[in-house]
């Protein structure tokens, strides 16, 4: 079988992954090889903003933005994408790249355009070789093409996982209105 790279695709909890750290979570696969893949929970806001957990000289309207919890793996690491409206080296999808260096978020910050967005992650979601493409066989995860419009959508904006399930058609709308305690049924 020829391997199919998730890269730019979201995955999401298909309503199996209840009890885990990934249940109701959208993942925004950024890399996906023999090696293995790498992916950035959107729908995890940690409740601090970028300038409560990096101490860097970055603009105000930076430091106030929600920081987000990328993934149980190194939550120490920093992790962000950035988008504008042309970013010729894009290496996620068209216009949306992936970063790890705080100089690079810092220059990012100084370089303020209108059009510019910026999504900070605090860990990544991360798997061995081999095994997304195990986990994808047993149907753990949904795909669902990724959009810029999807990875920056404001957390107030509701419920992400919820909105693209429904999304998806009358199956999978059942499994984003089940009741997050299953006893309020």
């Known amino acids: 079988m020829e391997f199919k790279s998730l890269k730019g695709q979201l995955l999401l909890d298909n309503g199996r992954l209840e009890g885990s750290f990934f249940h109701r979570t959208v993942l925004l696969i950024c890399e996906h090889n023999a090696e293995g893949a790498f992916g950035l929970i959107l729908n995890?806001?940690?409740?601090?903003?970028?300038?409560?957990?990096?101490?860097?000289?970055?603009?105000d309207q930076l430091k106030a933005?929600?920081?987000?919890?990328?993934?149980?793996?190194?939550?120490?690491?920093?992790?962000?994408?950035?988008?504008?409206v042309f970013l010729p080296d894009a290496n996620?999808?068209?216009?949306?790249?992936?970063?790890?260096?705080?100089?690079?978020?810092?220059e990012?910050?100084?370089?303020?355009?209108?059009t510019q967005k910026i999504k900070v992650f605090a860990g990544y979601a991360g798997w061995s070789p081999g095994?997304?493409?195990?986990?994808?066989?047993?149907?753990?995860?949904?795909?669902?093409?990724?959009?810029?419009?999807?990875?920056?959508?404001?957390?107030?904006?509701?419920?992400?996982?919820?909105?693209?399930?429904?999304?998806?058609?009358w199956k999978y709308r059942l499994i984003s209105q089940r009741p997050e305690d299953l006893s309020q049924n």
Do not use: Y
């Open 131 to 169: 095994q997304l493409d195990d986990e994808m066989k047993r149907d753990t995860w949904l795909t669902h093409p990724a959009s810029l419009d999807m990875v920056f959508r404001e957390p107030s904006a509701g419920d992400l996982w919820a909105m693209i399930l429904k999304e998806k058609g």
């Open 92 to 106: 996620v999808l068209p216009n949306l790249s992936l970063d790890h260096s705080l100089d690079n978020l810092v």
């Open 44 to 59: 995890r806001p940690t409740g601090r903003n970028i300038g409560e957990a990096i101490t860097a000289n970055l603009t």
């Open 65 to 84: 933005q929600e920081l987000f919890l990328g993934g149980p793996v190194q939550p120490q690491a920093l992790s962000f994408l950035h988008a504008d």
């Open 108 to 114: 990012l910050s100084d370089s303020f355009s209108a």
